[in-house]
T-cell receptor, first 115, second 111 residues
Framework: DAGVIQSPRHEVTEMGQEVTLRCKPI?????LFWYRQTMMRGLELLIY????????DSGMPEDRFSAKMPNASFSTLKIQPSEPRDSAVYFC?????????????FGEGSRLTVL | GEDVEQSLFLSVREGDSSVINCTYT??????LYWYKQEPGAGLQLLTY?????DMKQDQRLTVLLNKKDKHLSLRIADTQTGDSAIYFC???????????FGSGTQLTVLP
């Protein structure tokens, strides 16, 4: 299995630009999570989906952030417009129903720098 | 809400044992986890313990759980340079598919 695949691995953009991060979960996993990691705030859960439906988006910072999961094999996290304080590593993780609760499989992350 | 706390840094000499500590507040925690994050990579599940256990051993790793004090520790025996990483403690309350992560402990293994 290829694991959770995220793209891009690195993105540098200017303030005000739209950013789209992509995630392909492990095949057969029905829960998908987006996390943000920064030095100051550690690892924060932004949103999670179960069977493609958003279950909890209380961690999404503000309206500039949106996430979609149009099908079981693809999710996007969009920031529009981006700001320098959005600079962070964004992780996607997936979890299957048959797995141990909490046994998340993480992608390698997308490192975002907003200038 | 739930909170998980860890010290930020730990340095040990190669060959020594490392002990990383964690405290949590959610008394309904069902599972507690240790994740490892190597530089430039995502988190990877290292080990876990169910809340009705007080110890779990897996090769060089020993997890101790004091449920009364809500204290979790991870002991790494014979620490190697390859163990240098950030270690995250996390808990879940079982029915929720969400984890609460600590801030992570940066383990540095000195030669």
């Amino acid at each position: 299995d290829a694991g959770v695949i995220q793209s891009p691995r690195h993105e540098v953009t200017e303030m005000g630009q739209e950013v789209t991060l992509r995630c392909k979960p492990i095949s057969g996993h029905n829960s998908l999570f987006w996390y943000r990691q920064t030095m100051m705030r550690g690892l924060e859960l932004l949103i999670y989906f179960n069977n493609n439906v958003p279950i909890d988006d209380s961690g999404m910072p503000e309206d500039r952030f949106s996430a979609k999961m149009p099908n079981a094999s693809f999710s996007t996290l969009k920031i529009q417009p981006s700001e320098p304080r959005d600079s962070a590593v964004y992780f996607c993780a997936s979890l299957g129903d048959r797995g141990l609760t909490g046994e998340l499989f993480f992608g390698e992350g997308s490192r975002l720098t907003v200038l | 809400g739930e909170d998980v706390e860890q010290s930020l840094f730990l340095s040990v000499r190669e060959g020594d044992s490392s002990v990383i500590n964690c405290t949590y507040t959610d008394s309904s925690s069902t599972y507690l986890y240790w994740y490892k994050q190597e530089p430039g990579a995502g988190l990877q599940l290292l080990t876990y313990i169910f809340s009705n256990m007080d110890m779990k051993q897996d090769q060089r790793l020993t997890v101790l759980l004091n449920k009364k004090d809500k204290h979790l520790s991870l002991r790494i025996a014979d620490t190697q340079t390859g163990d240098s990483a950030i270690y995250f403690c996390a808990e879940s309350s079982g029915s929720a598919r969400q984890l609460t992560f600590g801030s992570g402990t940066q383990l540095t293994v000195l030669p």
